[in-house]
Nanobody, 115 residues
Framework: QVQLVESGGGLVQAGGSLRLSCAASENIFNFNTMGWYRQVPGKQRELVARINVGGVTNYADSAKGRFAISRDGGLNTVYLQMNGLKSEDTAVYYC?????????WGQGTQVTVSS
């Protein structure tokens, strides 16, 4: 059973930065893709950023230029560096991994941006 454990969420003022971490229970290069999604109450979970096994990244338009996804294979960890945070970035952020057409999710970490 794949386990993904997020950390790094919290309360930050608008314009500030946070770095989220997602520690995986196995070699992250086993996954086709890993990424970050977010969800606010009453809305669907949406993609923020993802990275595939080859290192190709994709970002939501709202994240481009402000967020950066990266990984550390030695630590089996994927990161999301978030800069220039806005109140509309407030959400629960979930780590996601896809392997053999199966999706795995972390428990989520709350990010709250105060204006």
């Amino acid at each position: 059973q794949v386990q993904l454990v997020e950390s790094g969420g919290g309360l930050v003022q608008a314009g500030g930065s946070l770095r989220l971490s997602c520690a995986a229970s196995e070699n992250i290069f086993n996954f086709n893709t890993m990424g970050w999604y977010r969800q606010v109450p009453g809305k669907q979970r949406e993609l923020v950023a993802r990275i595939n096994v080859g290192g190709v990244t994709n970002y939501a338009d709202s994240a481009k230029g402000r967020f950066a996804i990266s990984r550390d294979g030695g630590l089996n960890t994927v990161y999301l560096q978030m800069n220039g945070l806005k109140s509309e970035d407030t959400a629960v952020y979930y780590c996601h991994a896809n392997i053999l057409s199966r999706n795995h999710w972390g428990q989520g970490t709350q990010v709250t941006v105060s204006s």
